[in-house]
């Protein structure tokens, strides 16, 4: 069975900090792709950024940056210099075609931004 | 951009109601997927769909049916509503090919079954 775990139901941080949310999974596959997504008060889930397992280099998206060690198999999201829109809670999440391109999420992380 | 809408965004229903939940997208995908939201269990998968009239369980498809007649629209159903439904359900969809896309979710309904 396909598994990902997030290990942190909640997070704070300072507005300009940084954090990271942890987030680990487990699969037999080699051929996956990973991502993190945002769901804000309204509800609206949307993608952040993703990242292929085929891929050692680490994807980045403006103030949002992952730490992938597929061995390992953890992918972490970092937020840097948070702002206040970031407050949200943010869903870690695998798929991969064998499965039918369906999605396996973690039980999220709730973030904090602080003023 | 891409529109995943859901026909409601709050509903209240009574036990032993049949339920419908509506999902529509306007981007020509072919696969849809139910989930359901619950407060430390992120999002569970009910059903999916990769074509009209096909569908497949997800790892929760007890007490729920769904329906796909045309390609935009997928309908979550709840043939006797109970209220350990209660919850919030989002619907999503993908492309079958474009996996590294992930997949553009609808706004969510929360529904509560009193």
């Known amino acids: 069975a396909q598994t990902v775990t997030q290990s942190q139901p909640e997070m704070s941080v300072q507005e300009a900090e940084t954090v990271t949310l942890s987030c680990t999974y487990d699969?037999?596959?080699?051929?996956?792709?990973l991502f993190w997504y945002k769901q804000p008060p309204s509800r609206q889930m949307i993608l952040v950024i993703r990242q292929e397992a085929y891929k050692q280099q680490n994807a980045t998206e403006n103030r949002f940056s992952v730490n992938f060690q597929k061995a390992a198999k953890s992918f972490s999201l970092k937020i840097s210099d948070s702002q206040l829109g970031d407050t949200a809670m943010y869903f870690c999440?695998?798929?991969?075609?064998?499965?039918?391109?369906?999605?396996?999420f973690g039980g999220g992380t709730r973030v904090l931004v602080k003023p | 951009d891409v529109k995943v809408t859901q026909s409601s965004r709050y509903l209240v229903k009574r036990t032993g109601e049949k339920v419908f939940l509506e999902c529509v997208q306007d981007m020509d995908h072919e696969n849809m997927f139910w989930y359901r939201q619950d407060p430390g269990l992120g999002l569970r998968l009910i059903y999916f769909?990769?074509?009209?009239?096909?569908?497949e369980k997800g790892d929760i498809p007890e007490g729920y049916s769904v329906s796909r007649e045309k390609k935009e629209r997928f309908s979550l159903i709840l043939e006797s509503a109970s209220t350990n439904q209660t919850s919030m359900y989002l619907c999503a969809s993908s492309f079958q090919t474009a996996t590294a896309s992930g997949a553009f979710f609808g706004q969510g309904t929360r529904l509560t079954v009193v």
């Open positions: 769909s990769y074509d009209v009239k096909m569908k």
């Open positions: 699969t037999s596959e080699n051929n996956y792709y």
């Open positions: 999440a695998f798929i991969f075609k064998a499965a039918g391109n369906k999605l396996t």
